[in-house]
């Protein structure tokens, strides 16, 4: 995705359909999560920021997704509530000397309900965050009490 500077499916596989019927089969197969790859890639950015002073970067960006009414394909409300979509939580590893991306530590995938509060609700300053014992985040810090910044 990155060296195709695209997340369609259709131009990383150069319009090959044999690679986008085989990428469809593989992200709709039950026995692949979100949760699974996000792990797998967790692991390996652990790997990576060994003996690193690191950062870790949270943001979230909206992926806006064209439907129809009616056919929101379990789609969850984004924007001022208008638009379908899903949210993306995502945490960079970057190494704090050369500002170089360690790898992806963690992350969701969010979709609002037609019920949900749909912002306001950031904080300032800095925060202090509990880190779970024998979490992934909490072995990258080694720390059992971070802060955070928004």
Known sequence: MVAGASVCLRVLAEGARREIVGSWRFLSNPR???????????????????????LALQDTSEIHFTTREGRERGLGRIGHGNIRGVLLHPILAVD???????????????????????????????????????????SIYGAAEITERH
């Open 96 to 138: 704090a000397e050369d500002g170089g991306c360690l790898g992806l530590v963690t992350g969701k995938v969010e979709k609002r309900g037609q019920d949900s509060d749909l912002g306001g609700t950031m904080r300032l300053g800095a925060q202090v965050c509990q880190l779970a014992e024998g979490t992934l985040v909490r």
């Open 32 to 54: 692949v999560s979100v949760e699974a790859l996000v792990e797998g890639w967790g692991t390996r950015t652990a790997e990576a920021c060994a003996g690193r002073h690191v």
